[in-house]
């Protein structure tokens, strides 16, 4: 009996009558392939053969994902649902992996931020549904309401970083949570304020905007709680920070702000206000948008209208800033919901329409929309709606609902 065949490396392969390293196979190939994968799961594992195989696979550019979930009128039963955005600007329902009966709060740093709506206390759980990495956080447990937790954002990958911190603001705004990974625990932050709160952490300190309001949190000596620091506003070049509620929209009554957004691009810290042109509602808000759920363009009506601002804001020393007014986002789009706010640019991510701004609108309710803004124009109006539809749009059992934009982290 002959000698039993060698077995082959699992780190080569014959090609030729040579043997060839799978990290020497050339890296259009390597990317090719890696864009045929059927699951995140299996480019997670793909990612893990070599490092040659993970640098190639560093240069795919995945698509945004927007995630939410719905609870009924009890607040139980959370159902996640979740979407890609397609080279069609569309949004395509599948399956993502996020653990069934959790309520989607935010998203940041390739972390869903999720609670157990049934759970007494209801502490926050991270969850990558790309490499099913789960890091479990302390309920924040003065907070007034948890349906009050709206936004939560990090400083750095939570599963990657030595030392990492987050902010947690709720809506409306009456509390901040400040969370550090060294002590483990969450701190009620001094400050107060209405409205929904646009979060972003830029050059090592966390900033927070409200509608007329931009603060900064510093983090104090003595092992005292960081400390929430309001910044006083000083003219940019368009005589103003134009954030003022009275001011007036062309061709509209008075323009009433909605939320503010802070996100980080190209370098630049932008502060992005989204308003109504006309007196805005929670009724007219909640109406709006349902004749156009066929997916036709619409250009808003009766309080669905919708005006996005975006000023750069210039740090000129202590404690003040400039608001810079942006008319044009150049080779980049942002992605705007209860999630922390990020910038794309459609020549690395073609599913994105250049100069525009994603905007989830209509949050709570069970029929959420995306609103898709042109920034050509001075006032940013609506240029286009897309619905998503999960298959449970319109039923009566359905109750709260909430949405963010996702960009996943391989």
């Known amino acids: 009996m002959g000698s039993p ?3 082959r490396s699992c780190s080569s392969m014959a090609c030729g009558g040579t043997r060839m390293e799978w990290s020497s196979l050339p890296a259009d190939l390597v990317l090719a392939i890696f864009a045929l994968l059927p699951s995140d799961a299996d480019r997670v594992r ?4 070599c490092q040659g195989w993970a640098a190639v696979a560093a240069f795919w550019r995945p698509r945004p994902w927007l995630v939410g979930s719905r609870t009924d009128r009890s607040g139980q039963g959370a159902a996640m649902s979740s979407f890609w955005l397609s080279q069609a600007g569309r949004l395509v329902p599948f399956a993502a992996a996020v653990p069934s009966g959790l309520e989607y709060l935010s998203s940041s740093h390739g972390y869903l931020v999720l ?3 049934g759970a007494v206390p209801k502490a926050i759980t991270l969850v990558n549904p790309v490499t099913g990495r789960r890091i479990s956080l302390p309920p924040i447990a003065f907070f007034k309401k948890w349906h009050d937790v709206a936004t939560v954002v990090f400083s750095a990958d939570p599963g990657g970083a030595a030392d990492w911190a987050a902010v947690a603001a709720g809506f409306p705004a009456n509390r901040i949570a400040y969370y550090s990974s060294a002590s483990g625990a969450w701190t009620p932050l001094d400050f107060s304020a209405a409205g929904y709160a646009g979060v972003e952490h830029y050059r090592g300190r966390f900033y927070v905007a409200f509608k007329n309001q931009l603060c900064v949190i510093c983090e104090l000596e003595c092992g005292a709680p960081p400390a929430v620091i309001p910044l006083e506003h000083v003219d940019g070049d368009d005589g103003g920070g134009g954030s003022d509620d009275d001011e007036q929209v062309p061709g509209s009554g008075r323009s009433v702000a909605l939320d503010a957004h802070l996100v980080e691009c190209d370098g630049q810290l932008l502060l992005v206000s989204v308003r109504d042109e006309t007196d805005y509602n929670s009724d007219n808000d909640i109406g709006a948008g349902d004749a ?3 997916g036709e363009d619409s250009t808003g009506g009766g309080g669905s209208t919708r005006v996005v601002e975006v000023h750069r804001v210039e740090l000129v020393g202590d404690g003040a800033v400039r608001l810079v007014r942006v008319q044009d986002l150049g080779w980049h789009a942002l992605f705007l919901g209860r999630n922390r706010a990020f910038a794309l640019s459609p020549a690395d991510f073609p599913a994105c329409r250049v100069n525009c701004v994603y905007l989830l609108d209509r949050q709570g309710h069970p029929d959420g929309v995306v609103r898709v803004v042109n920034m050509e124009s001075q006032w940013a109006r609506l240029e286009e709606t897309i619905y998503p539809d999960d298959g449970r749009r319109g039923l009566p059992s359905v109750g709260w ?9 391989y």
């Open 401 to 409: 609902a909430r949405r963010g934009w996702f960009f996943p982290n």
């Open 115 to 117: 609670s157990d709506p």
């Open 5 to 7: 065949p060698r077995r």
């Open 292 to 294: 156009d759920a066929d």
């Open 46 to 49: 793909f990612r893990a053969v």
